[in-house]
């Protein structure tokens, strides 16, 4: 998978991590799509009801093409519930994202970290073409690395970010198959974070809005150039 630098960052700080956005709002949303739309990151991962939904949804099938067309890779969230999900379920899920929506790529979120369920993923991802993401959301068993693309080996708030330590074995792989996903980012603390994340990892996704779904809407500085701060 072959990533872009990041949009707003300056050429003299650095390569910069690719921009990966968790598009987990609607289709009616009166806002978020057309920002993305405008200004296009490098990844998107879709969720329509914690998975593809039970049907196909037009109006978003609509707006995945029109990113798909822009040259966007756009991944399907799958959620395996840290290996305890069966499966037949998940992969279902990966047969609607294809079939409903034209995705070739998946993203499987709440992944496990440990060495025992690696023969469950290892099936999971058995014939799957197209990108790979797993989000075990720290860094797991390295084994993982050898099943998928990207690995997210961080997710969680900017207060934990900042205690974030890279294992030993990680420092031997490319920072392209590692992503961070970090949210409670405040504009003032979007560019020290991404200046971190491209030492850890080739892809990250950053928002300044917290709670239980802060991934429910863009960033309110989206698409805005970075202002040291």
């Given at each position: 998978?072959?990533?872009?630098?990041?949009?707003?960052?300056?050429?003299?700080?650095?390569?910069?991590?690719?921009?990966?956005?968790?598009?987990?709002?609607?289709?009616?949303?009166?806002?978020?799509?057309?920002?993305?739309?405008?200004?296009?990151?490098?990844?998107?991962?879709?969720?329509?009801?914690?998975?593809?939904?039970?049907?196909?949804?037009?109006?978003?099938?609509?707006?995945?093409?029109?990113?798909?067309?822009?040259?966007?890779?756009?991944?399907?969230?799958?959620?395996?519930?840290?290996?305890?999900?069966?499966?037949e379920d998940v992969r279902a899920d990966l047969r609607h994202y294809r079939s409903w929506y034209g995705l070739r790529g998946v993203y499987l979120d709440q992944v496990a970290s440990g060495a025992d369920r690696l023969d469950h993923y290892r099936e999971i991802v058995d014939g799957v073409r197209g990108t790979i993401a797993l989000n075990p959301?720290?860094?797991?068993?390295?084994?993982?690395?050898?099943?998928?693309?990207?690995?997210?080996?961080?997710?969680?708030?900017?207060?934990?970010?900042?205690?974030?330590?890279?294992?030993?074995?990680?420092?031997?792989?490319?920072?392209?198959?590692?992503?961070?996903?970090?949210?409670?980012?405040?504009?003032?603390?979007?560019?020290?974070?991404?200046?971190?994340?491209?030492?850890?990892?080739?892809?990250?996704?950053?928002?300044?809005?917290?709670?239980?779904?802060?991934?429910?809407?863009?960033?309110?500085?989206?698409?805005?150039?970075?202002?040291?701060?």
């Amino acid at each position: 998978m072959t990533m872009p630098t990041a949009v707003g960052v300056k050429p003299d700080q650095g390569p910069a991590p690719a921009m990966l956005v968790l598009a987990y709002f609607r289709p009616g949303h009166p806002h978020a799509w057309p920002r993305l739309h405008q200004t296009p990151p490098d990844l998107v991962v879709i969720d329509v009801e914690e998975g593809p939904g039970v049907a196909r949804d037009p109006a978003l099938a609509t707006l995945v093409t029109r990113l798909l067309g822009a040259g966007i890779q756009v991944l399907g969230r799958v959620d395996t519930d840290f290996g305890l999900r069966p499966i037949e379920d998940v992969r279902a899920d990966l047969r609607h994202y294809r079939s409903w929506y034209g995705l070739r790529g998946v993203y499987l979120d709440q992944v496990a970290s440990g060495a025992d369920r690696l023969d469950h993923y290892r099936e999971i991802v058995d014939g799957v073409r197209g990108t790979i993401a797993l989000n075990p959301g720290v860094y797991p068993d390295p084994g993982y690395a050898q099943l998928a693309d990207v690995v997210v080996t961080f997710d969680g708030p900017l207060s934990a970010y900042r205690a974030t330590r890279e294992p030993a074995w990680a420092r031997d792989q490319a920072r392209g198959r590692f992503c961070h996903v970090i949210h409670d980012v405040p504009g003032h603390a979007r560019e020290s974070t991404l200046r971190r994340a491209a030492r850890l990892a080739g892809t990250v996704a950053v928002t300044d809005r917290a709670g239980s779904a802060p991934w429910s809407d863009l960033p309110a500085y989206y698409g805005t150039p970075i202002v040291a701060g």
